[in-house]
């Protein structure tokens, strides 16, 4: 094996291969990381038999198909495997039927079926799962120190059934397969030069929080000796649990990495997602380090490094990859860290504060009280240490003392990475903490409706019936003025608050509480309010300054101050207000000092991705082997642009539209605009060709023209003009123009409304 030299690249002096000679190259590197990927799957102990799943009909042996060898590829034209490619993703995303798709490949005279479309698929992008057996009940992965078990230590069921299959399975999605791929590619392992780019441009060492890279914790990383080549790759593991079916009986997890070498601009759109497993149902992983067991595995091995082929740079490198963040909500980030959770009497994972237990409820809740000043913070080598006390102690009850007393149950196996410190590898999730809990409870407060006994639910900042009436309406009534822009129309926040979105709570945080409010609640309550509205917004900032921190910081305390005086008012029977995600406000500037700004790590796409998830489950028999064969053709199809076969196929599908003058026109000098059909002749009236000359200072105005309905955007947004514009009631109106008139000035033309 040819010596790899510090700076990621082979020597050109010192190299036997011929860099000139790319095939070769490649070939090289995979020869070499066949022997890492083979020990990931002993550690594992797992079968890469993907292919033999029981399944339905959605489930493909490519090897062992009679058909195969009556497949003739050469009859089959490269135009209908392009077009079919096309199809194909359409189908995996929506959820298209194995039947209705041959249909429509055969209504539209495609000479290519769904077995052939996903043989050649195979052939072009070699991408397959790892199977891994799991319990029946999803209890644990049998992987580790249980890869040998027959059972399930947790609930006992059996591993395998009456045919020695196993019950239950998992697939595993390699990372270093498919970044293997990606890096072959020019372009691509061009666009992963963003974080070098952007870590050794001077311009962006201003102070401000821009990315993940301005935060502590990188720079921290980087003085250990991290990334120090520019190929070397940040990662940011994400997870959550997800219902498959409405009558939630299917509780499925998703554990997903984000590719933080790409630039912002891209870095979550769904194509760049890393699915790297999904856990079945029907339960919640109950030990989730055995899930976690065999991508620790390969995490480890891309901190070592692998020999790789660099299409950039047509040179063999030594890749390397570290995971530097995990986010996901208070259940999530517990569950993989193996702590007790938010009902832990030390349950937050930023400070050591005490927790005080409910004498009624015996739940644990956390006001400040005379610990205001005095938020000890946790550091990673007081965690290991308890980690390291609880794997020694044989004591029961001192060992129930230990957990009680840190909140720490027992190792993670995330500490074994180079890149985690604890706890800043492991910042707030704002879409969780600001939208989903923090708007709703502060909504069931002024509603009447959050504590149990009633007498403590009449206060001053109370909403009367009739008064949350009239704010529902007013957002009912405002639907159309909201442009898509924002995400989905209002609601009636009376009638469906228990059903909101995030994005429909930030909505109602942003726009319209304080509007509506202001002239309803006393000045303490609305003051107090807009202290966290003012600093909801300055985090949703897509760049950071100090001055905005500090903002941050100081809003957020004197909300919760005001939270705990007029919510809490140090009554012990209302100790229910403290709920943990009133206190994590308070470590929201810390997080985005050590981690850079909110957008970097919170848990909109992961969001996103279970929505695309579920319509993929179309077999109600079988639900996980129709996700997983899905998600299997899905990263196919992303890769498909990746490899030098699939390439060819990609370009037989391209062809240039061609507009009419009539639909579209865009030769405007100096513009980027579009103007978009309908269209029609026109002639200017004489009071708009008057307007038109005075405004351009110039009299020869054609008269003769093309009126157009639309104009595209260069940021690709239609706006549509008044002469098309949709009269239905429940039409939302994207864009406005305000329009200032200065007193005793005359009106020389009509502004149309956008």
């Not at 994400?238 to 499925?252: E, P, V």
């Amino acid at each position: 094996m040819t010596d790899v030299e510090d700076n990621g690249n082979l020597d050109d002096n010192e190299s036997i291969y011929n860099f000139n000679d790319t095939e070769n190259l490649k070939v090289n590197a995979d020869i070499e990381n066949s022997k890492n990927m083979e020990k990931i799957k002993g550690e594992n102990r797992v079968i890469i038999d993907f292919n033999n799943t029981e399944s339905e009909s959605d489930n493909y042996d490519y090897d062992s198909y009679e058909e195969d060898d009556n497949i003739n590829h050469e009859n089959i034209n490269d135009k209908d495997v392009s077009i079919g490619m096309k199809l194909l993703e359409t189908k995996v995303k929506h959820g298209l039927t194995d039947t209705a798709f041959n249909s429509v490949l055969s209504n539209i005279g495609l000479s290519i079926s769904l077995y052939k479309l996903q043989k050649k698929l195979h052939q072009s992008v070699s991408l397959s799962p790892i199977r891994i057996d799991t319990c029946k009940n999803s209890c644990i992965a049998f992987t580790g120190d249980y890869h040998l078990l027959r059972e399930c230590p947790l609930c006992f069921e059996s591993r395998f059934d009456s045919n020695n299959k196993p019950v239950n399975i998992t697939n595993f999605f390699s990372l270093i397969e498919r970044l293997k791929i990606q890096f072959s590619d020019s372009k691509r392992a061009k666009e992963f030069l963003y974080r070098y780019e952007y870590t050794t441009t001077i311009s962006n060492d201003n102070g401000n929080y821009d990315d993940i890279y301005d935060g502590k914790l990188y720079k921290k990383l980087v003085e250990r000796g991290l990334f120090a080549n520019p190929t070397d790759i940040a990662l940011s593991l994400s997870l959550d649990g997800f219902q498959i079916f409405k009558h939630k009986t299917n509780d499925y997890w998703v554990i997903l990495f984000i590719n933080n070498n790409l630039s912002p601009e891209i870095r979550v759109k769904k194509e760049n997602l890393l699915i790297t497993m999904v856990i079945p149902g029907p339960n919640a992983p109950k030990d989730m380090s055995t899930f976690l067991q065999p991508i620790i595995n390969e995490l480890q091995v891309l901190e070592e490094g692998i020999l790789c082929f660099n299409g950039y740079t047509q040179q063999q490198f030594l890749l390397k990859a570290y995971v530097t963040h995990c986010t996901g909500d208070i259940p999530a980030i517990s569950k993989c860290l193996n702590l007790v959770g938010h009902n832990a009497y030390k349950g937050c994972r930023f400070c050591n504060l005490l927790g005080t237990c409910h004498i009624k409820n015996h739940h644990i809740y956390f006001p400040l009280n005379k610990q205001h000043g005095n938020l000890v913070l946790r550091t990673h080598e007081e965690a290991e240490d308890t980690i390291n006390q609880l794997l020694m102690e044989t004591d029961k009850s001192k060992k129930e003392s230990i957990i009680k007393n840190t909140g720490i149950k027992g190792a993670n196996l995330l500490f074994k990475l180079k890149g985690i410190e604890f706890p800043w590898s492991f910042p707030t999730d704002i879409m969780h903490l600001y939208f989903e809990n923090i708007a709703l409870l502060m909504y069931l407060h002024w509603s009447g409706g959050f504590f149990k006994d009633n007498k403590y639910n009449k206060n001053s900042y109370n909403l009367t019936k009739k008064e949350l009436e009239y704010i529902g309406k007013l957002m009912k009534e405002s639907q159309t003025c909201l442009p898509l822009e924002f995400g989905r129309a209002l609601r009636d926040i009376s009638k469906y608050h228990t059903g909101f979105k995030a994005v429909e709570w930030r909505n109602w945080i942003e726009l319209f509480s304080v509007p509506l409010l202001k002239d309803i609640f006393i000045d303490k309550h609305i003051n107090g309010w807009i202290n966290y509205v003012k600093a909801v917004k300055l985090s949703l900032k897509y760049v950071i300054s100090n001055d905005d921190l500090q903002e941050i910081k100081c809003s957020l305390i004197t909300f919760y101050n005001y939270y705990e005086n007029e919510y809490f008012k140090q009554d012990q029977e209302r100790l229910s207000a403290c709920r943990i995600c009133f206190h994590y406000l308070l470590h929201i500037s810390e997080n985005i000092e050590y981690s850079g700004p909110c957008w970097a790590y919170w848990q909109f796409p992961m969001e996103r991705l279970c929505g695309m998830l579920i319509p993929m489950v179309y077999s109600k028999l079988r639900p996980y082997t129709s996700l997983s064969n899905n998600l299997t053709l899905l990263d196919q199809l992303n890769h498909l642009q990746y490899t030098k076969e699939g390439k060819s196929i990609i370009s037989n599908s391209e062809c240039q539209k061609k507009w009419t003058l009539k639909q579209v026109y865009g030769a405007v000098e100096d513009y980027d605009e579009e103007f978009y059909w309908p269209s029609c002749d026109y002639i200017l009236n004489e009071k708009e060709s008057k307007a038109l000359q005075k405004f351009y200072s110039n009299k020869n105005i054609e008269l003769h023209g093309i009126k157009y309905g639309r104009l595209l955007t260069r940021d690709g947004h239609t706006i549509s003009s008044e002469w098309i514009k949709r009269n239905k009631p429940n039409s939302r109106n994207n864009y406005s123009i305000q329009i200032r008139y200065r007193e005793n000035e005359a009106d020389d033309s009509k502004i149309e409304n956008l």
